[in-house]
């Protein structure tokens, strides 16, 4: 098992996986850091080993008519060699018919080092179907993962399933995963096998995640109790707090620090580990101050219309969008429906409504706050519209 590569990996995974996670809005972002990795020596009694480790991330998303394409890439860099290359690729479709529908099918690689001959690599791909509503959702997904390391080969298949729901400016989370896993040498470096001997093993995890949002800035704490069914059962507990600090619309700063339970989909050891970073938006578009400080959703409803006699005439549809912001923001919609005018949002029950009949068809719509840019509802697609802002792609059948 090499000593550097798999805990620079798991760290350089962990930085990926918050930038794929955001779904923000800039074009081209970098993020680069410092982290601090332990895991447990293999040979010793309660050993740890300790690592350091620089750390690069890039992150580009491009909006397609109906889809989003979202790529991330990592380099980690150790104090002797280059230790570890990321990459993920995801596509991100909502369904025609059903908005509240979309499914993201997504491949990735890696590489455990550049430079050291036999350390080996991974390659995985998975699909999820997501289930969006205004205030809560859920989740179904399955994957597929391969990893040779040191020349023994090995596979993984896993399943997920989750819920989610937001109370304003809390959102929290519980899942439930399995894995089943042919990579032991994966298992035994975490003390979880007491022979380097050939098994299979299962993996049962519980995971609870709560986020705080104030504005640009959010607080993030997840908790695991993971059930190891390998010669026995065992079980492992798993507690990891992050964080990220906007400074202005172009820089922000991120942080984690925690344990990271081993990964075999993606091949990546147990460890502890405290990261710290910063990120900077290079491309034309900012940070996303404004989809972090503003949630907004669109949802089409249908509506029974009658005459002045009490006749039922043919139902229209009713689009309702709800933005989640300030009392005192000035909040406006504007779209194809309405030739682009922007119609004022109302201040309903601690959020902003509007409800306007819409027609067959494909539409395309924007919310602002003040005086800031356009943005699409978060469960759109989203569409560049070349002047520093965007519009959701919206399909009324």
């Not at 979309?102 to 036999?118: E, I, K, M, P």
């Not at 699909?127 to 990893?147: E, I, K, L």
């Not at 995963?177 to 470096?189: G, N």
């Not at 996303?288 to 039922?312: I, K, L, Q, Y």
Request: aromatic letters at 6%; hydrophobic letters at 45%.
């Amino acid at each position: 098992m090499p000593r550097r590569g798999p805990p620079l990996a798991l760290a350089a995974l962990v930085l990926l996986g918050r930038a794929v996670g955001a779904q923000s809005d800039p074009v081209l972002r970098l993020d680069a850091g410092l982290a601090t990795i332990q895991q447990p020596a293999i040979g010793t009694v309660r050993g740890r080993e300790t690592s350091d480790a620089a750390l690069l991330a890039a992150f580009w998303r491009r909006p397609l008519e109906r889809s989003t394409l979202l790529t991330s890439g990592n380099l980690t860099y150790a104090r002797d060699s280059l230790a570890a290359i990321q990459g993920v690729a995801v596509l991100s479709t909502p369904w025609r018919r059903e908005p509240n529908l979309r499914t993201d099918v997504g491949v990735a690689g890696a590489s455990f080092s550049l430079r050291s001959a036999g350390t080996g690599g991974n390659t995985n791909a998975f699909v999820r179907q997501h289930v969006v509503r205004p205030d809560d959702g859920g989740w179904v997904g399955g994957a597929m993962g391969r990893t040779r390391r040191d020349g023994v080969p090995s596979a993984t298949t896993s399943a997920d399933l989750g819920l989610w729901r937001r109370w304003r400016f809390l959102y929290g989370s519980a899942s439930v995963a399995y894995q089943h896993s042919t990579d032991w040498l994966l298992l035994y470096t975490t003390g979880e096998l007491d022979a380097r001997a050939e098994a299979d093993y299962d993996l049962v995890d519980l995971q609870l995640v709560l986020q705080a949002r104030g504005g640009p800035h959010d607080v993030t704490v997840s908790w695991t109790r993971r059930r190891v069914f390998a010669d026995g059962p065992a079980s492992v507990p798993a507690l990891q707090g992050s964080g990220t600090f906007q400074l202005s619309d172009r820089v922000a700063l991120l942080a984690t620090v925690g344990r990271q339970l081993a990964d075999p989909m993606r091949g990546l050891p147990q460890a502890d580990l405290a990261m710290a970073a910063v990120r900077v938006s290079l491309g034309p578009q900012p940070l996303p101050v404004m989809p972090r400080a503003v949630v907004a959703e669109a949802v089409v409803h249908t509506e029974v219309v009658t005459d002045s006699s009490g006749a039922t005439m043919a139902p229209r549809a009713l689009l309702e969008i709800r933005v989640e912001a300030s009392d005192t923001a000035a909040v406006t919609v504007a779209g194809s429906f309405s030739q682009w005018e922007p119609i004022p949002l109302r201040w309903e029950e601690g959020v902003w409504i509007a409800r306007v009949p819409i027609a067959r068809g494909t539409h395309r719509l924007g919310v602002r706050v003040g005086n800031g840019p356009w943005r699409a509802p978060r469960n759109l697609a989203r569409v560049r519209d070349g002047f520093g802002g965007e519009s959701g792609l919206l399909v009324v059948p």
